[in-house]
């Protein structure tokens, strides 16, 4: 089980962390990707990272603004979110796709999905 926590309320250019944590199963050999969806919007992939942090992919809508990390002895994956503005405002998920290479944000190549966590960004 993936669980996602961190979310919350914050000012437009605040940060927020956002964790991606698994339970019952190791993250090492999945590469991990989040998402988001706000109301009335199709879910939107933002970042991903491969198995052993090599390399990682951010949308153009988070490019220089989110991080994503992960620490597999954790067994959790991070996303830093600075200068935040209220589009930022949305429902994040994390999920995970087992993948040898590289990474990806698609919908449908992710084999596990967490809960999500509400980010608000007032402005």
């Known amino acids: 089980q993936l669980q996602a926590s961190g979310g919350g309320l914050v000012q437009a250019g605040g940060s927020l962390r956002l964790s991606c944590a698994a339970s019952?199963?190791?993250?090492?050999?999945?590469?991990i990707a989040w998402f988001r969806q706000a109301p009335g919007k199709e879910r939107e992939g933002l970042s991903c990272i491969d198995r052993r942090a090599y390399s990682a992919y951010y949308t153009d809508s988070v490019k220089g603004r989110f991080t994503i990390s992960r620490d597999n002895a954790e067994n959790t994956v991070y996303l830093l979110m600075n200068s935040l503005k209220p589009e930022d405002t949305a429902v994040y998920y994390c999920?995970?796709?087992?993948?040898?290479?590289?990474?990806?944000?698609?919908?449908?190549?992710?084999?596990?999905w967490g809960k999500g966590t509400q980010v608000t960004v007032s402005s």
């Open positions: 999920a995970a796709a087992r993948r040898l290479k590289g990474c990806t944000i698609r919908d449908s190549d992710m084999d596990y």
């Open positions: 019952g199963f190791t993250l090492d050999y999945l590469t």
